[in-house]
């Protein structure tokens, strides 16, 4: 399957392309769709680091589609990870449902990276949704000794069965209906991190690119974040 523009973007950009093979599936609930792959010899090139995500190219029409995902519980040494799905409509739901065993889907690795913040930080100061809810689990697993926040914001109830988790330290995990286009987890945000950030806490942001945008932009220029303690990326684009 060709990749298009986009593919040859990513080449340009030194984007490293790979086969991963589904081994099983698992429906973990009505709304969560779990696959296990084999990586295709990704994670021995690569090496891995907390909130690895990979570019999918998921088959569509004329053209096939891009998405990021998070890779769960990566294992190097045996070369296998699994994905979370969040199942609506889409091509990348559309071919999760229907994968199985022996199943195929290429992928390319660029633009992944995340370091562990040195020094530790006090506290980690997290906002994040379904679709970074994996993510957010790595990163509490990385640092597991740090207290955390975590404004999550929810956009079905089943959302509340699969909260953000890891780690031994206390996690506080604040849930925020989604409404007004992400405009209420903002407007929460907003009043609650004045309160809470100091020169040692960490903020890491990953929801919509419009919420991310805007939490990113509060937090550098009026609380005055600076860029080696604030990690912002958007995950999605609402439509």
């Known amino acids: 399957m060709g990749h298009g523009w986009q593919g040859t973007v990513l080449k340009l950009m030194r984007g490293k392309d790979f086969t991963f093979t ?3 599936v698992d429906r973990v609930s009505e709304r969560l769709h779990r696959l296990s792959f084999t990586d295709g010899g990704m994670l021995a090139a690569t090496g891995v680091h907390p909130t690895m995500w990979v570019r999918l190219w998921f088959p569509g029409g004329a053209k096939p589609h891009q998405r990021a995902y998070t890779l769960v519980d990566p ?9 979370d799905f969040i199942l609506h409509a889409g091509a990348a739901s559309d071919w999760a449902r229907t994968a199985g065993p022996g199943d195929t889907i290429e992928a390319t690795v ?19 949704d379904p679709a970074s ?28 069965d699969h909260p953000p988790r890891g780690g031994a330290a206390p996690r506080e995990v604040i849930r925020i209906p989604r409404r007004d286009g992400g405009g209420g987890l903002v407007e929460t945000v907003r009043e609650a991190l004045p309160g809470q950030w100091d020169e040692g806490a960490y903020l ?7 919420t991310t945008r805007a939490l990113a932009g509060f937090a550098r220029k009026e609380l005055g974040v600076p860029k080696d303690r604030l990690h912002a990326l958007g995950y999605w684009r609402a439509a």
């Open 22 to 24: 589904v081994t099983s």
């Open 75 to 83: 294992d190097p040494d045996a070369g296998t990870f699994t994905m």
């Open 133 to 160: 809810r994996p993510a957010i689990d790595s990163l509490l697993a990385a640092l597991p000794g740090v207290p955390a926040t975590v404004w999550y914001e929810t956009t079905h109830t089943a959302d509340d």
């Open 110 to 128: 660029q633009g992944s990276a995340f370091t562990v913040p040195a020094p530790l930080p006090s506290r980690l100061l997290v906002v994040g």
């Open 204 to 210: 890491w942001i990953a929801c919509d690119t419009a």
